[in-house]
């Protein structure tokens, strides 16, 4: 039998991506809640594998042309298709665009529009959407509100960091306006916000958290030398990764007997390898590059601590609350970070972790010797920091106030998502 539920449309950047397992989580939750998702990507993986959580999502998934180049032909076509459905829709979303390309003298808006109408006019984008929500407020966000002013339907979207703060005030507050609520995943990103919706638009804060079934930690090793340090991370600017293997070359330089396993891929990997040797500590240093999240947890169990030092660039990009210190924290392992964003919303320094300035190799040093020297100190902040993750981090009671959001607001009316039942075992998706 057809599946009788509407179907929300979530636009996202790519899926599945190794780096964004928040996502997959949350959907997976949202579908085991009852709702019927079709996810709607820009660009095919990039990655060669998956957590294994993605296997468990049954959402139709439905691939855009990432380029315009080799693809006009197909994307003139279903969009001439989809102005003969709506022309005026059609027309009002393309002076948009004209008013946006004339503004950034650049061809993004012209291929979300473009994208928009290719995805309307999918056979795999049948029944039709009843609500659009983007993962992500810049391009993710200009596609769904696109394909919501060709059809008349409601779009939201959800803001995490880099989207939120790299672009200009000035659209971001545009996309607001057009939404019907916003959603963001920390209380530094939801003041922001609301300053830029001006009263307009809600915006309801919902953390990612994680799923506490799986980070569950095993007995503690012994604190003993080497002292075994942990970082998972992308390898890219705003994550700090300089700072932290300038501070472990501090630590060297003292005489602290330790490893250091890095996890995580990017594109200042050479730099990285380049200034562990600067620094002294090229065979204390192991890059592992990504890994799924079944072997991290290895990693997790065996470190004595978890060190990262994110910090906010020049253009504004930074990280909110990077889920792998809820994890660490989650699996018994202290972690040393930097005060920055809203890292703060869950490391209380001194009190669940220790935080330190960004860009301060030498305060950050000095953290992370304490975790692996002061035993009193770990015997407070560990319990305490899982005591958090617990309280406020359990990634099925946030995504359940997603869902009851969802019933609430999503659709033309309102509230069409209220009757969604979760889907019986065994029956096809």
Same mark, same amino acid.
Request: glycine fraction near 6%; hydrophobic fraction near 40%.
């Given at each position: 039998m057809?599946?009788?539920r509407?179907v929300?449309?979530?636009?996202?950047?790519?899926?599945?991506r190794?780096?964004e397992?928040?996502?997959?989580?949350?959907?997976?939750?949202l579908?085991?809640?009852?709702?019927?998702?079709r996810i709607i990507?820009?660009?095919?993986?990039?990655e060669?594998?998956?957590?294994?959580?993605v296997?468990?999502?049954t959402?139709e998934v439905?691939y855009?042309?990432?380029l315009?180049s080799?693809?006009?032909?197909?994307f003139?076509?279903?969009?001439?298709?989809?102005?003969c459905?709506?022309?005026?829709?059609y027309?009002?979303?393309?002076a948009r665009?004209?008013r946006?390309l004339?503004k950034?003298?650049r061809?993004?808006?012209l291929?979300h529009l473009?994208?928009a109408?290719y995805?309307?006019?999918d056979?795999?984008s049948d029944?039709p959407?009843?609500?659009f929500?983007?993962h992500?407020?810049?391009?993710?966000?200009s596609?769904?509100?696109y394909?919501?002013?060709?059809?008349?339907?409601?779009f939201?979207?959800?803001?995490?960091a880099?989207?939120?703060?790299?672009q200009?005030?000035?659209?971001?507050?545009?996309?607001?306006?057009?939404?019907?609520?916003a959603v963001?995943?920390t209380g530094?990103?939801?003041?922001?916000l609301e300053?830029?919706? !001006?009263?307009?638009?809600p915006?309801? @804060? /919902?953390?990612? *958290?994680i799923d506490?079934?799986l980070?569950? +930690? #095993?007995p503690?090793p012994p604190?003993e030398?080497?002292y075994r340090?942990?970082?998972?991370?992308?390898?890219?600017?705003?994550?700090?990764?300089?700072?932290?293997?300038?501070?472990?070359?501090?630590?060297?330089?003292?005489?602290?007997d330790?490893?250091?396993?890095?996890?995580?891929e990017?594109?200042?990997?050479?730099k990285l390898?380049?200034?562990?040797?600067y620094?002294?500590?090229a065979?204390?240093?192991?890059?592992?590059g990504?890994?799924?999240?079944e072997?991290?947890l290895?990693f997790?169990r065996?470190?004595h601590?978890?060190?990262l030092g994110?910090?906010?660039?020049?253009?504004?990009d930074r990280?909110?609350?990077p889920n792998?210190l809820v994890e660490?924290?989650?699996?018994?392992?202290p972690?040393?970070?930097t !005060?920055?964003?809203?890292?703060p919303? @869950? /490391?209380?320094d *001194?009190?669940?972790?220790?935080?330190?300035? +960004? #860009?301060?190799p030498e305060?950050l040093?000095?953290a992370?010797?304490?975790?692996?020297?002061?035993?009193?100190?770990r015997d407070?902040?560990?319990p305490?920091?899982k005591?958090?993750?617990r309280?406020?981090?359990?990634?099925?009671?946030h995504?359940a106030?997603?869902a009851?959001?969802?019933r609430?607001?999503a659709g033309?009316?309102p509230g069409?998502f209220?009757?969604?039942?979760?889907r019986?075992q065994?029956?096809?998706p």
């Amino acid at each position: 039998m057809a599946d009788p539920r509407p179907v929300l449309a979530m636009v996202l950047k790519g899926y599945p991506r190794i780096s964004e397992t928040f996502i997959s989580n949350e959907i997976r939750l949202l579908e085991e809640m009852g709702l019927r998702i079709r996810i709607i990507s820009m660009r095919r993986p990039r990655e060669s594998f998956a957590h294994a959580s993605v296997s468990r999502i049954t959402a139709e998934v439905v691939y855009l042309p990432e380029l315009l180049s080799g693809n006009w032909g197909e994307f003139l076509r279903r969009n001439l298709r989809q102005f003969c459905t709506n022309p005026a829709a059609y027309l009002k979303a393309a002076a948009r665009m004209l008013r946006q390309l004339v503004k950034t003298r650049r061809s993004a808006s012209l291929k979300h529009l473009l994208q928009a109408g290719y995805l309307l006019q999918d056979s795999a984008s049948d029944p039709p959407a009843a609500h659009f929500h983007a993962h992500f407020a810049h391009s993710p966000a200009s596609v769904a509100r696109y394909a919501a002013m060709l059809t008349g339907l409601p779009f939201s979207f959800t803001g995490h960091a880099k989207d939120v703060y790299t672009q200009n005030p000035a659209s971001l507050a545009e996309k607001l306006r057009h939404a019907v609520f916003a959603v963001t995943c920390t209380g530094h990103n939801r003041d922001y916000l609301e300053r830029l919706a !001006a009263g307009r638009t809600p915006v309801h @804060l /919902v953390y990612h *958290g994680i799923d506490l079934s799986l980070f569950t +930690p #095993g007995p503690p090793p012994p604190l003993e030398p080497p002292y075994r340090l942990l970082s998972v991370a992308r390898l890219t600017a705003k994550k700090g990764l300089p700072t932290v293997i300038r501070a472990l070359g501090l630590l060297n330089e003292q005489g602290l007997d330790f490893t250091y396993d890095l996890i995580g891929e990017g594109e200042d990997r050479q730099k990285l390898e380049a200034l562990a040797g600067y620094s002294g500590i090229a065979t204390r240093v192991r890059f592992h590059g990504a890994m799924p999240h079944e072997s991290v947890l290895d990693f997790y169990r065996a470190a004595h601590a978890f060190v990262l030092g994110c910090q906010v660039l020049q253009n504004g990009d930074r990280d909110g609350i990077p889920n792998v210190l809820v994890e660490a924290m989650a699996m018994g392992v202290p972690v040393a970070a930097t !005060a920055v964003s809203a890292v703060p919303e @869950l /490391v209380t320094d *001194g009190e669940t972790g220790l935080l330190v300035p +960004p #860009g301060d190799p030498e305060a950050l040093a000095r953290a992370v010797y304490r975790l692996v020297d002061d035993a009193a100190l770990r015997d407070r902040i560990i319990p305490a920091a899982k005591d958090k993750v617990r309280a406020g981090f359990d990634n099925t009671v946030h995504t359940a106030r997603l869902a009851e959001l969802f019933r609430e607001k999503a659709g033309n009316p309102p509230g069409i998502f209220a009757a969604s039942k979760p889907r019986p075992q065994g029956t096809a998706p």
